[in-house]
């Protein structure tokens, strides 16, 4: 194996393709990223066995010699990072020791035979809809924290993903919170899969710019095709929880307020309150809405919404201030709609008369 090649396009190809590495997988080759030079481009592709990216680069690159090789992903990545000139020789030139030169740097790093690497299936087989890289990013960002960190349950700690009669709608949840977003889609499809939280993170971080991406869905797992990269996640195991009664139940009491000012008044609600729960209490009526928080150790503080109209009788509710914040930035509307039906029952947070957006939080019982 022999090449030239760019050094900010490696750096940029190494640097999305690592995300599927783990320096702590058991089998060693899979903390390396496999090198394959072919006639018509270099092959990068890394995979910690539940995730896979591959890219392909064309561009700014020499091939003299074809062959293969896996580096270790920490090293490659520190060298081509640090290294110094516009354009990196890369060269096998003993069995799998291979030298990276540029002007005036030299390094020879041992990497391992390509034939070790475990083989990565990336056909495009399965269900295929395509949708708009930006609009996929935007739902991700608007769900992905509301999933949950506790292995116990482990279909809760990624993103459930629904297509039937020309609507996507994806919905993540920890059992205290929930998130769903939905949006029409042209494909005529239908399918209900879980994607990993991890998986999720790493998709949005390789879009870079407005482009289509096409999904391919299995049984088992999803492949992505955003531009030059493949991704190959697998999917969670397991039944999703029936969520449309939180989502159906509209609520009989509601608040309309400026989601700035709601997320002021949560900020210095919770200035006082206990940093673990971190729980305010919100006391509304036509007259008065109030948000507050108390801690014996520490004080109180209250906070007069004086921007809020509240339709309804009069109520008192507690809830996690930080998980209404997070519902309050994932809608990103100017003016929010709170909608409330029971003291300890679920409240839902919405933009004002937009429902593709949907986000609820359950109450906490406080003495």
Do not use: W
Request: charged share 20%; proline share 3%; aromatic share 8%.
């Amino acid at each position: 194996m022999d090449f030239n090649i760019n050094r900010l396009v490696l750096l940029d190809a190494l640097t999305k393709v690592s995300r599927a590495v783990s320096l702590k997988s058991p089998l060693p080759i899979l903390t390396g990223i496999k090198f394959d030079l072919l006639e018509d481009g270099l092959v990068l592709t890394a995979s910690d066995s539940y995730i896979s990216i591959q890219t392909t680069i064309n561009e700014g690159i020499i091939i003299n010699q074809t062959g293969s090789v896996v580096l270790s992903s920490k090293y490659i990545l520190e060298i081509i990072r640090k290294i110094d000139g516009d354009t990196v020789h890369i060269q096998v030139v003993d069995g799998t020791l291979t030298r990276i030169t540029s002007e005036s740097s030299l390094f020879d790093l041992n990497g391992s035979k390509s034939f070790d690497f475990p083989r990565i299936d990336l056909n495009k087989n399965g269900k295929h809809f395509s949708m708009k890289s930006y609009d996929f990013k935007k739902i991700i960002e608007k769900t992905l924290f509301a999933t949950s960190e506790q292995e116990t349950r482990p279909v809760l700690t990624g993103v459930n993903f629904k297509v039937d009669q020309h609507q996507l709608v994806c919905i993540a949840t920890d059992s205290y919170r929930l998130a769903q977003v939905s949006m029409p889609i042209e494909d005529d499809i239908q399918f209900n899969i879980v994607i990993p939280k991890k998986s999720l993170n790493q998709i949005i971080h390789i879009i870079e710019k407005d482009e289509m991406i096409d999904l391919y869905v299995s049984d088992r797992k999803v492949l992505f095709v955003i531009g030059q990269y493949l991704v190959l996640t697998r999917l969670i195991d397991g039944t999703y929880p029936n969520t449309s009664r939180l989502v159906e139940d509209q609520g009989s009491y509601t608040m309309s307020i400026n989601s700035s000012a709601l997320l002021g008044a949560i900020s210095r609600a919770s200035l006082l309150s206990d940093e673990q729960s971190n729980i305010v209490k919100l006391t509304m009526s036509p007259d008065e809405n109030v948000l507050s928080s108390y801690s014996q150790e520490i004080g109180s503080v209250e906070e007069n919404l004086t921007k809020a109209f509240y339709k309804g009788e009069p109520m008192t509710i507690s809830f996690s201030a930080k998980y209404l914040a997070d519902a309050i930035r994932s809608i990103g509307t100017e003016t929010i709609q709170l909608r409330f039906t029971e003291k300890m029952r679920p409240f839902q947070i919405t933009g004002l008369d937009v429902n593709d957006n949907i986000q609820v939080v359950l109450p906490v019982r406080t003495y």
